[in-house]
């Protein structure tokens, strides 16, 4: 469903990755875990065309998404949940949901959507009203993942959703990747909590300074010792 | 002089409400492009120029003459964004605001060799409107009046279309609205276009108050200005509310001294409000 | 960067020597009177940068103008007092307000653009103080002042006095300019402009630094306005005060390159001598053609050559050949 290959972007004269590819099914879920500034957020952004790949090729559905604007690459069915849950803080939780259904492609379905995500999230719908920069940080990435649901998406890209906060959050947030795996979405994870990202994950990759250092499916990445002891603390 | 403070202070509230809605349109290119047009009462200088012209050399009827201006101002701002904005969307604040500026020399004599240096206005009497010992001019009340509908109008677009709210969210995060599938280079042309249109409607509203001049729209620009920093920059209520503040201060000021001193008063509030209170009145301390 | 200093010291003596012997080849008393105007533009535009360069960016130097300008004017014209203190009273007039205007926006911490908008609106104020006390200072239509040839009362008859005069309080802003290089002032206030923070902590008064740049600019500046009012013997508020030549200022140093000793020199010379070219071919006819294609002009320049003609073109032969001239 999309394949990323050898891509290299730069920001300026500084180089954040090199040359790498990966591949994401459709239905299937996929991780990239590394370290703080390895180059996991640009990925993503590169994908999405807020940063520009200098090399490689990005395609999606058998098409070259590479060198798109974000705007055409999410109405080809991709999506993205921001890093720490950005949402629009002035904007109410419902227009915040709307703004997610902005692409042409999403916008006659919006309201039916929206009923859809008030029944699986029913505290965005109790808030529906509110100010969305009045939530708590688990709310708000709540809010993050429903309104990238509102575009329609058949790919959608996480990144770090685990970010500042607190454990039992967490949990939930994890909780919610699951279901969305269920219901069919494909899903490229990104994240530094390796050890939660695996057990939702098909496939994995490590990255490492803007590297590919390592993939494989799940139990090989569980096995393997250096990522058993840098990664999962084990 | 009671009575003559007292019809300032209604002068103040009914110019308040045009100036409100000049304000907003340079508050709204603030709050959405995070440019500050300097040249934004230039505009209104010319959507007063081009209604004379429509009305008077085209003999187009007077509505149709506004409808008109305001069709090419939203046009003119649409322009301005593609020559001049888009270009320096990364450049240093300073050379935006100088490029603006430089925009005003271009208006001006623009003006000038169009239309020349008189006076020019469309004569339309009004009746003056009496209660008791106070007489209010029935074209201030109608400004008034029609730049609340405006208002009104730009709100519900705001708060009920997409276009609006992809306006605001460009306003608030660029970055994530682009994730969210919206082109901020389409949102920022809406938004001059609106601005411009904005300055039609100013100028429509100012036809039966003002003559205008090549250097009429010098003092709206710092009006506007003062108003936008007075609310917070990019903060619409704000504005709204300051517009009505500044426009009673100056009208009641220009009774009791002269419109230069009026001006000034108006002039050092704002730099005292940049200096105390940048967030202005209705902004949260940063 | 690499400097030539040889290179650099040639290009500067023969660009001085130009300057100096320019009048004795002019073929008239205009071309002396262009030569006048671009280096008292110069002079102005240099003490602007001084400010400009290290991030403190005044859009509000007709105040300084218009007060240097207004006050020996007015002190000789109802008074008699001799320009000469006129200027020391003018001068002083202004360092004064740039004292307390500085001093009142680095205490807020105003900067950037922030800065700007406030020195803008601080000229429209004296613009409109002189408009608005018409009955000394003539208002919007501005005031002559009293013809009196002689060093007494520094006026000329023969425009090459005014154009050395001129010449060497230009010497003096370039040297001034030198000297801020030279100094740990430069050291301080480029720590100043990269972050606030780090050079607190090194024990350097960034207030004091800021105010001692913001006074000496406005000191000159105010010089540069007594000049002119002598020069010209007619100002109003329009020409000297006000937003307008606040911005023509700015606009002058900074196509020029405002980071460059001779970019403000380059600037004036290019600006003043457009603003004449267009003034003599399309005026005729009618008004305003010649400043809109200024205008245009002024666009087209920030838009494409966003680092001054100077920097511009420095760049470039930088590129070209890798040496920069500084």
Known sequence: MLTVDAIDTYYGEFQALEGVSLKVEKGQTVIVVGPNGAGKSTLLKTILGLQKARTGSIKFQGEEISGLAPHKVVERGISMVPEGGRVFPDLSVQDNLRVGSYNPVARPNAQRQMEQIFSLFPILSDRKRQAAGSLSGGERQMLAIARSLMSCPQLIMLDEPSLGLAPLVVNMVFDFIQQMKKEGYAILLVEQNANKALKVADYAYLVESGKLVYEGDRDSFDKNPYIKTAYLGL | ?286 | MKRNSTTSKIITVGVLLIIALAPLLATSEYMVHIGTLILLWAFVSTAWAYMARFGLVSLGHGVFLGIGAYIPVMLFNYYGVSPWLGMLAGVGAAVLVAAILGYSCFRFGLIGDYFALVTLAMAEVVSLAIVACREVTGGSLGCTLKASVGWASFQFDDKRYFYYIIFVFLLLALYIWRLIDKSRMRLALTAIEESELAASSMGVSIIRFKMGITLLSAGLTAMGGVLYAQYITYINPGTISGVGVSLSTCFKAILGGMFNIFGPLAGSAIMVSLEEYFRISFDTGFLGVSEIIFGVVLLVMIIFLPKGIVGSVSEWLNKRFGVARS
Not at chain 2, 147 to 175: C, M, N, P, W
Not at chain 2, 227 to 248: P, Q, R, W, Y
């Open chain 2, 1 to 286: 002089m009671l009575e003559e403070l007292l019809m300032a202070f209604i002068n103040g509230i009914l110019l308040g409400g045009v100036l409100a809605l000049l304000a907003f349109g340079l508050n709204l290119i603030f709050g959405v492009v995070k440019i500050i047009h300097m040249a934004y009462g230039q505009f209104v200088m010319l959507g007063f120029y081009f209604i004379y012209y429509f009305h008077t050399a085209w003999h187009m009827p007077l509505l149709v003459a506004m409808a008109g201006g305001i069709v090419v101002m939203g046009l003119l701002g649409m322009l301005v964004q593609l020559l001049i904005i888009n270009p320096l969307l990364n450049a240093p604040r300073l050379n935006q605001l100088l490029a603006l500026a430089s925009l005003i020399i271009v208006l001006e004599n623009l003006a000038q060799v169009l239309w020349g240096a008189d006076y020019r206005g469309i004569p339309i009497s009004m009746p003056i409107i009496q209660f008791g010992d106070i007489f209010i001019r029935s074209s201030y009340l109608l400004a008034f009046l029609g730049a609340i509908a405006t208002l009104g109008i730009l709100y519900l677009f705001l708060h009920k279309t997409y276009f609006g709210l992809a306006i605001r969210s460009v306003a608030q995060d660029v970055e994530i609205a682009k994730g969210m599938g919206i082109n901020p280079k389409v949102i920022y042309y809406i938004t001059l276009a609106a601005g411009g249109a904005l300055t039609g409607v100013v100028a429509a509203f100012f036809i039966p108050i003002y003559t205008v001049h090549p250097h009429f729209g010098a003092s709206f620009t710092l009006m506007a200005f003062v108003i936008v920093v007075f609310g917070g920059m990019g903060n619409l209520m704000g504005g709204f509310i300051s517009a009505f503040i500044i426009g009673v201060v100056t009208s009641i000021t220009a009774v009791l001294t002269s419109t230069e001193v009026a001006d000034i008063l108006a002039l050092v509030l704002f730099i005292l409000m940049m200096m105390v209170r940048p967030q202005g009145i209705l902004g949260a301390k940063a």
